[in-house]
């Protein structure tokens, strides 16, 4: 072990830089210490560099999604040990507050969303997660760090709305946004047994990817300045008229807000679990008597261990989602063809610089 570590630090709104870093120690006895094995960057990681997160800390190492090795533990933790593969849960929570105990664990009295934000996170080598016992998860060998990369965040997300839009068998789900955490919401939609997934995105590839990875069943291709309205309608004609009886936001724009409720049927379910880097409104007098139930999040990640059984059953497989994979040392090259979504990029893996040589000559580059 080196006595410091290569960390990506958000110093101020538009400025990151790659900086070293002293390795991160044990604080509390519930605490470990986990070595990253593969971490991602996630769209949040975008929303923080921008200033759209006024919660974040300046100086905190970003990075919230990885798997990693726990190589060290505190004297109560009970559920993991070194030399264990896991998945890092995105939250950080205590497990026995009010909301733990209800499993809203995004607004643990003790936690939340921490990590890569208030916390220093996973875009470096190696990570102090608190609360190991809650936010640690043990991978089994059949499910490969690719493979569980997105549990902990995106995956997590995705499966979340498609729990708060209440989908029944027989349903038709609409996903606004065809994006990694848009793709994993259809995905975990499928899960709930609905007759159809239609998706909406601006662009042509990545609802391509959407029908390959046979996430999305019809998709609608909606440009910019496209009228909002001209595409609800195109999901009434696909609806018997009636709209989507169940809806998940996941693209964050102020159509994608508008198309939400304009798509849904009256008395849908709509989820909104994008985040908004700028206030919206919903008209309430042009919606009334629609009876909409809106539900916001924020995920609470309680599903690790689920979602990592579905993995390793062939059930979900979110790999194709990450098309890119650059070394830690590349990491604002990374950021740069992530953020303008150069080269078809969906998803970036960052492999720390110490990686093993079996990991590092990996290239996921979607084939299918
Ligand atoms: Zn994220
Ligand atoms: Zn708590």
Same mark, same amino acid.
């Given at each position: 072990m080196t006595a410091t570590m290569q960390a990506l630090i958000y110093k101020d709104i538009g400025d990151l830089r790659l900086e070293s870093r002293p390795l991160p120690e044990l604080r509390e006895p519930t605490d470990a210490l986990v070595r990253v094995r593969l971490s991602s960057i996630c769209t949040s990681d975008l929303h923080i560099r921008n200033g759209a997160v006024p919660r974040a800390r300046p100086g905190v190492v970003l990075g919230h999604e990885f798997v990693g090795e726990v190589v060290e533990t505190g004297r109560e933790v009970r559920r993991v040990r070194p030399g264990q593969r896991v998945a890092v849960n995105v939250e950080t929570f205590c497990g026995q507050c009010f909301f733990c105990r209800q499993g809203f664990v995004n607004n643990c #009295?003790? !936690? !939340?969303? #921490?990590?890569?934000?208030?916390i220093d996170g996973c875009q470096t080598e190696y990570v102090r997660v608190p609360f190991a016992d809650n936010g640690l998860d043990p991978l089994p060998d059949s499910v490969d760090d690719m493979a569980a990369?997105?549990? !902990?965040?995106v995956l997590a997300s995705g499966y979340f709305g498609a729990e708060l839009a209440a989908i029944r068998p027989g349903d038709t789900v609409l996903v606004l946004g065809a994006g990694p955490v848009g793709i994993c919401a259809m995905l975990c939609a499928r899960l709930f047994g609905p007759a159809r997934i239609i998706a909406v995105d601006k662009l042509d590839d990545r609802l391509a990817l959407a029908q390959r990875m046979g996430a999305a069943d019809d998709v609608i291709l909606v440009p910019d300045g496209v009228d909002t309205q001209a595409v609800a309608g195109q999901v009434r004609d696909l609806t018997r008229g009636r709209g989507a009886d169940a809806v998940i936001e996941c693209a964050g724009s102020s159509a994608t807000f508008t198309l939400a409720w304009q798509a849904a049927r009256p008395n849908a379910s709509v989820a909104l679990v994008a985040l908004y880097e700028t206030e919206q409104t919903l008209p309430l007098p042009r919606m009334y008597g629609k009876n909409l139930i809106f539900k916001t999040g924020g995920v609470d990640a309680v599903h690790s261990a689920r979602l990592i059984r579905l993995i390793e059953e062939g059930r979900l497989d979110t790999r194709p989602l990450i098309t890119h994979t650059f070394p830690l040392r590349d990491i604002l090259v990374a950021y740069d063809v992530f953020s303008r979504r150069k080269d078809g990029c969906i998803k970036c893996a960052i492999l720390p610089d110490a990686a093993d040589a079996s990991l590092s000559t990996f290239n996921p580059r979607f084939t299918r």
């Open positions: #009295e003790r !936690g !939340g969303w #921490e990590l890569g934000c208030r990369l997105l549990v !902990g965040d």
